[in-house]
């Protein structure tokens, strides 16, 4: 994000920030992804209407395409009490007005995978270079408690507490999609990027999930997945990322099934063919979740 702001080479260079991992893969070309991010917007040719939106979410969030409060967790649940154990986080910090401010943050939860807005990527590389910023006094916190994870906590905090930043998180509809409005075209997302993650099961509220998973066959080169997610991604699963509408998906290898590099990424969703799981498939073996689930369950009790 430094070298973004201040290089000369890449000021004023690109329109969009966006972290991904190993093994994701686009779902629409780089053409089609430029277009939904251009600050241009044209609404008859569905261009620019992700323009000013900082996503900081990924699908296996709580709350889905916006960063979730800390305080959604029940107060037993191990990632609210690893950031409330020290108390409250209380700020005291220099404005960008160069005024004195004090403020209570309260944590919010995201994930590395996001896509911010150059104005938001200026502000916060531009801030951690004064000591006395917000983002520097709350980074040097977290470090002190031994709390800081820049991706997952620091980043949605940030963008959750800023006066106008937190207007450009996403807008959602009441079934948790995007709020596209006409620029959308009828399009529908309802995650950024999507993976199959059974990962931190049974959650905060007690839900398992029960859909099962393919192995990876003994000859692959891949690494041999554990029993929950991220699972590794194969053509059967094209049906569901068509239904989710996200940009990206993880995780994705040709030494798992290369077939799903011969249909993405497209120029639009029509041309993703909607291929599901067919009921025959043999199953993994599946995780037992029914003790934990009820430990979890004498913990809320006591």
């Given at each position: 994000m430094s070298e973004l702001t201040s290089n000369p080479s890449f000021v004023d260079q690109w329109d969009v920030f966006i972290n991904v991992s190993a093994d994701t893969m686009p779902v629409y070309t780089p053409q089609v992804l430029s277009n939904y991010f251009d600050p241009i917007i044209d609404v008859h040719r569905v261009r620019g209407f992700l323009h000013n939106i900082n996503f900081v979410t990924s699908s296996s969030c709580a709350t889905g395409l916006v960063p979730t409060n800390v305080k959604t967790f029940p107060l037993a649940w191990h990632k609210r009490k690893h950031y409330e154990s020290h108390g409250d986080f209380d700020i005291t910090y220099i404005s960008e007005g160069g005024l004195k401010k004090s403020e209570t943050l309260e944590i919010h939860f995201g994930s590395q995978w996001m896509i911010l807005t150059p104005d938001f990527v200026r502000y916060?590389?531009?801030?951690?270079?004064?000591?006395?910023?917000?983002?520097?006094?709350?980074?040097?916190?977290?470090?002190?408690?031994?709390?800081?994870?820049?991706?997952?906590?620091?980043?949605?905090?940030?963008?959750?507490?800023?006066?106008?930043?937190?207007?450009?998180?996403?807008?959602?509809?009441?079934?948790?999609?995007?709020?596209?409005?006409?620029?959308?075209?009828?399009?529908?997302?309802?995650?950024?990027?999507?993976?199959?993650?059974d990962e931190n099961m049974p959650d905060a509220y007690g839900n398992v999930v029960h859909v099962q998973r393919y192995d990876v066959p003994k000859s692959s080169t891949a690494n041999v997945p554990r029993k929950w997610g991220p699972y590794f991604l194969g053509i059967y699963d094209l049906g569901n990322i068509k239904k989710s509408g996200a940009l990206f998906i993880r995780k994705v290898a040709k030494d798992v099934d290369p077939n799903i590099?011969?249909?993405?990424?497209?120029?639009?969703?029509?041309?993703?063919?909607?291929?599901?799981?067919?009921?025959?498939?043999?199953?993994?073996?599946?995780?037992?979740?029914?003790?934990i689930l009820e430990y979890t369950k004498r913990m809320r009790t006591n």
């Open positions: 916060l590389a531009s801030a951690l270079r004064r000591e006395d910023s917000l983002p520097s006094i709350f980074k040097n916190e977290l470090i002190a408690r031994e709390r800081l994870m820049s991706d997952e906590t620091f980043i949605p905090t940030i963008l959750a507490h800023h006066t106008e930043f937190r207007e450009t998180m996403p807008k959602l509809e009441k079934d948790g999609s995007l709020a596209l409005g006409p620029m959308g075209l009828g399009m529908k997302i309802e995650s950024i990027r999507y993976e199959r993650m590099f011969n249909i993405l990424p497209v120029s639009h969703s029509d041309e993703i063919p909607p291929i599901h799981w067919p009921r025959e498939v043999k199953l993994s073996e599946k995780i037992d979740w029914e003790p």
